[in-house]
C-alpha cells in the first residue's frame, strides 16, 4: 500500500503547473489583497462612499473611483427604473427569475486608463447561468430581495379540489415548486368550500418589492459582474490612471422584464438616471502597513479573467452536426461555458423572458459535445448523457447547480406542481428544461495553440428554429502593476 508520500507525489504529478513548464501558472495574490483578509484585521479600517456616475444615459453608466484605499469586493451597484407604460394599479411586471436586475445589464468593464482588467459581454445571460450556482437559502432569504432573482424551489401541498374548484378537504400530494418566498393565495366562496377562481389551481404572486411598479431599489454585487474581484482586490492607492467601471444596458426593453401570463398591457421600464450610485467600499489599514506593501511591490503581478463571448445563429435541425473554432490561440483558457438562447422576439410573457438555455425538440441523449485542444479530443467518447453533463459542469465550476432534473431537461426527474400558477403560468410549461447550460473544464492545462479550440456539438431531434448559441471562454491573463499602471499579459 502507498504511504503518504507516495499519495502526495501522485497528486503532484498530476498536477499540470508541477508537470510541465510548459503549462501555466496563476500568479500568488498577496494576502492584503485576499477578500476576507484575516492576517490584517486588527489595523483594517473600511470607509464606505455612495458616488455618483459621471456619465449616465438610458443605456449606459459610467463611474470613476476615487484614488484611495483598496477596493472591496463586496462595493455594489445600486439602480431602480421608472415605468414608461402600463398602469400600476392593474398591472404587474417583474424581472426574468433567473437574472433580477442582471438582466438590464448587457455588458459590464472594468479598466484602469485604457487596460482592461476584467469585462464580461453579454452579462445578463451570463448571469442566468451563474445565478444557478447559489444556494436554494441564498437565493431566496437574500438575492430575491436584494437583486430580483428568483431560483429557489421548495416541496409544496395544495387542497384537492375538482375542475370547478371545489375543495374535498384533503391535501394533493407533494410536489416540486419554484420558491418566491410566499405561499399561494386563493379564495373560497363563502359557506360553498367552491374556489373562487372555479377551477383546480391555486395562484401564486411574487411579492410586492419584487413588482417594478412599486419602485424597489435592487443593488449588484461588484464581484457578481467581475469574478476576478472573488479572488483579488484592486489597490486603488498604487495606481495613477482613473479606475472605470462602465455599465452597457440591455436596448431591447423587450428583453428587459416579463409581465404575467394574459396581462393585455405590455409594461415598459427604463432606467431612473438620478438612481444609479456605486457603493464604493474602501479598505485601509496603519499606514507603515500600506507604505511597506507598495515598497515591496513596485512590480505587482495579479491573476485576472476575461470572459471572451463568441457568439453565432445556429439550426440544429438543419445541420444537427455542428464543429466550430472558438478561437483562443496562445490563450490560457481554463473554462468553456456554452448556452443556447431563442430567437423569436417579444419574450416577455413568460418567466424567463430569453435568459434560458434550451434546444427545443432534444430528447434524453440527443445532444452530446466534445472540445477539440491542440489537436486532441478531452473526452475519449463525446458527452451526451444529461447528467454526464451537469457533472462536467460541477467539475468546471467546483459548484453544483443548484436546479432541479427537470430544470435540466424536460423529462428528467420530478415534475414540477401543477396545481401551482406562477403569476398565472403553467410551471411544467414555463420552467421546465430551461436551465441546460454546459461548462467544460480544460482538463489539460495547456496553452492553446494556433489552432484555437474547436467546438463539436451533435444535436438529434432538435425543433426547426434558429438559436443563438452564446460560448464564453474564460481566459487567465496576468495585470502587472508597476509605477501607477497596468500592463497586461497573457498567460
Not at 309 to 336: D, E, F, H, Q, W
Request: proline letters at 5%; aromatic letters at 8%; one cysteine or more.
Amino acid at each position: 500500500m502507498s504511504n503518504n508520500a507516495d499519495i502526495g507525489a501522485s497528486i503532484d504529478a498530476l498536477n499540470p503547473s508541477i508537470t510541465d513548464p510548459k503549462r501555466c501558472n496563476k500568479p500568488t495574490v498577496p494576502e492584503l489583497l485576499k477578500p476576507n483578509c484575516s492576517a490584517f484585521q486588527e489595523t483594517q479600517n473600511v470607509d464606505t462612499s455612495l458616488l455618483d456616475p459621471v456619465v449616465v444615459k438610458d443605456n449606459y453608466i459610467r463611474w470613476v473611483l476615487d484614488r484611495k484605499g483598496i477596493l472591496h469586493s463586496n462595493s455594489k451597484i445600486s439602480l431602480q427604473f421608472n415605468h414608461t407604460a402600463g398602469d400600476p394599479a392593474s398591472d404587474r411586471a417583474f424581472f426574468p427569475f433567473q437574472t433580477g436586475v442582471k438582466s438590464f445589464i448587457q455588458k459590464c468593464v472594468l479598466r484602469s486608463g485604457t487596460t482592461i482588467l476584467d469585462s464580461t459581454d453579454r452579462f445578463n445571460v451570463f448571469s442566468a447561468y451563474k445565478n444557478t450556482l447559489k444556494s436554494n437559502e441564498e437565493n431566496v432569504r437574500k438575492e430575491r430581495i436584494k437583486s430580483g432573482v428568483v431560483g429557489a424551489y421548495k416541496q409544496t401541498r395544495v387542497p384537492t379540489m375538482d375542475v370547478n374548484g371545489v375543495a374535498d378537504g384533503t391535501e394533493a400530494k407533494s410536489d416540486m415548486t419554484v420558491d418566491v418566498g410566499k405561499e399561494f393565495s386563493l379564495a373560497f366562496t363563502a359557506g360553498t368550500g367552491t374556489s373562487t377562481r372555479t377551477d383546480a389551481k391555486c395562484p401564486v404572486t411574487l411579492p410586492g418589492n419584487q413588482n417594478l411598479y412599486n419602485s424597489s431599489e435592487f443593488v449588484i454585487d461588484l464581484h457578481e459582474m467581475f469574478s476576478s474581484l472573488k479572488h483579488t482586490q484592486i489597490p486603488l492607492f498604487m495606481i495613477d490612471e482613473p479606475v472605470i467601471i462602465e455599465l452597457f444596458l440591455e436596448n431591447l426593453s423587450q428583453n428587459r422584464i416579463c409581465k404575467p401570463n394574459g396581462q393585455a398591457t405590455t409594461p415598459v421600464f427604463v432606467l431612473d438616471q438620478t438612481s444609479p450610485s456605486l457603493i464604493a467600499d474602501y479598505i485601509y489599514y496603519d499606514i507603515d502597513t500600506m507604505n511597506a506593501f507598495q515598497e515591496n511591490n513596485k512590480n505587482l503581478e495579479l491573476p485576472f479573467l476575461e470572459n471572451k463571448l463568441i457568439t453565432t445563429t445556429v439550426n440544429y435541425a438543419n445541420s444537427p452536426n455542428y464543429v466550430r473554432n472558438l478561437g483562443g490561440a496562445s490563450k490560457a483558457i481554463s473554462k468553456v461555458t456554452i448556452a443556447h438562447t431563442v430567437l423569436t422576439g417579444d419574450l416577455g410573457e413568460s418567466l424567463y423572458n430569453m435568459f434560458l438555455s434550451d434546444v427545443p425538440g432534444v430528447k434524453g441523449n440527443g445532444l452530446d459535445y466534445n472540445l477539440r485542444i491542440n489537436d486532441r479530443f478531452i473526452y475519449p467518447v463525446s458527452i451526451n448523457n444529461p447528467s454526464e453533463q451537469y457533472v462536467q459542469t460541477l467539475n468546471a465550476e467546483s459548484l453544483p447547480m443548484n436546479i432541479c432534473a427537470r430544470d435540466y431537461l424536460d423529462g428528467l426527474g420530478v415534475a414540477f406542481s401543477d396545481n401551482l400558477l406562477l403569476e398565472a403560468y403553467q410551471q411544467p410549461l414555463a420552467v421546465s428544461g430551461q436551465k441546460r447550460y454546459m461548462a467544460i473544464r480544460n482538463i489539460t492545462g495547456e496553452r492553446i495553440n494556433n489552432r484555437g479550440v474547436e467546438l463539436h456539438i451533435n444535436a438529434v431531434g432538435a425543433n426547426s428554429l434558429p438559436l443563438q448559441q452564446l460560448v464564453w471562454l474564460e481566459i487567465n491573463k496576468r495585470l502587472i502593476l508597476s509605477n501607477g499602471r497596468w500592463t497586461e499579459i497573457y498567460n
